[in-house]
């Protein structure tokens, strides 16, 4: 994990770091009940199109029918995740930063994870962790320290539509 924020583990390779925090042959992804304890979503490319963005992770998270594909929608779904979906862990692995083309879109992304990640250790289910490739650790840190900061209005849903 990092230090600075706990929920953020930097890998030299993501396929083998989904491996690290479990048991030798545990499973990754069940309970004995057979519900999934792992929800796993890899980012592999950058969107440049927000709406695309929000069809591709409305589909990789199972979000109800009614989301609206915006921010305040997205940020609702994912605070409410285990209302909807039975996993103990919420496993983002970035091979790739989405929305790296648009920067303030990514902010919002960012903003909305944010407190999800920094909630990791609390009794919150579930408990989310980002795995990032070490060769985007720059533009990463860069990214999560700039949702950090405070500007102005930036709360999720005040992204330009």
């Known amino acids: 994990m990092n230090d ?10 993501t396929a083998d770091a989904l491996h690290l925090d479990r048991p030798r042959g545990a499973s990754p992804t069940e309970h ?13 490319q950058s969107w440049n199109d927000r709406e695309e963005f ?13 989301f609206g594909h915006n921010w305040d929608a997205l940020e609702e779904c994912w605070r409410d ?6 996993v103990d862990r919420v496993i983002l692995v970035f ?3 989405p929305l790296a083309g648009l920067p303030d879109e990514q ?18 289910k579930p408990a989310w962790q980002l795995i990032v490739a070490s060769s985007l650790r720059a533009a990463f840190e ?10 102005g209005d930036n709360s999720p849903g005040t992204a330009a539509p």
Not at 107 to 124: E, K
Request: net charge negative; aromatic share 16%; charged share 20%.
């Open 81 to 86: 995740l285990g209302c909807f979906l039975p």
């Open 4 to 13: 600075e924020w706990p929920g953020v583990r930097f890998v030299e390779s």
């Open 142 to 151: 860069f990214a999560w320290r700039r949702s950090g900061e405070s500007e």
């Open 54 to 66: 929000f069809r591709w992770v409305a589909e990789q998270f199972s979000l109800p029918f009614y």
């Open 32 to 44: 004995e009940s057979g519900a999934p304890a792992a929800l796993v979503v890899h980012f592999t």
């Open 107 to 124: 902010r919002v992304l960012f903003d909305i994870l944010r407190p999800l990640v920094d909630n990791a250790g609390s009794t919150n």
């Open 95 to 97: 091979d790739s930063l």
